[in-house]
């Protein structure tokens, strides 16, 4: 990071409440129960971090094995990751403003890459939304065109498109 005030750590179940208020501002039209966010950070503790500025949340993402070409439903329990993850998806990475420009997401985005690759998954997934496409882009990632994933895509917003990045240099 370029600031010593600003740092990622990883994120506790004592977290919860502040993640669940940052994603009410940050997504106010994307709602998610409390109980779907903990569900994410207890599947998944390696996939789940906090960003602090001068010790304070201001940020989180929300991440997890997956499959490859699927996501999951907005504001829905998993229950269980899938044994045949081949993907590592980015659920939701969530700054408040006063963070944004400052390299915070571009650092958690290599940070899960070098942790995805490192565990063996094939690619990356997510859903960008909220006119993020252009920082994905940034990110290595690319548009997928997946009809069957359009009725899940439209529950997020008409502009949501699904996102992948090939880590090993071919995608399933």
């Not at 229950?79 to 403003?97: I, K, Q, R, T």
């Amino acid at each position: 990071m370029l600031h010593r005030d600003i740092a990622w750590r990883a994120m506790s179940g004592y977290d919860l409440d502040a993640v669940f208020d940052i994603a009410n501002r940050v997504h106010p039209g994307f709602f998610e129960a409390r109980e779907v966010l903990a569900e994410r950070q207890l599947l998944y503790r390696n996939g789940c971090y906090l960003l602090e500025v001068a010790e304070k949340p201001a940020g989180y993402v929300l991440s997890h094995p997956w499959t490859h070409g699927s996501l999951p439903a907005l504001n829905a329990l998993l229950g269980a990751l899938p044994e045949n993850a081949d993907s590592f998806y980015v659920h939701d990475l969530a700054l408040l403003p006063l963070t944004r420009g400052l390299g915070a997401a571009g650092h958690m985005v290599e940070a899960l890459t070098k942790h995805a690759g490192a565990m063996g998954f094939a690619s990356m997934s997510l859903v960008a939304v909220n006119g993020s496409i252009p920082f994905w882009q940034r990110q290595g990632f690319a548009a997928e065109e997946r009809p069957e994933l359009a009725d899940k895509l439209q529950s997020y917003e008409a502009d949501a498109r699904y996102m992948t990045k090939a880590l090993t240099g071919r995608l399933a």
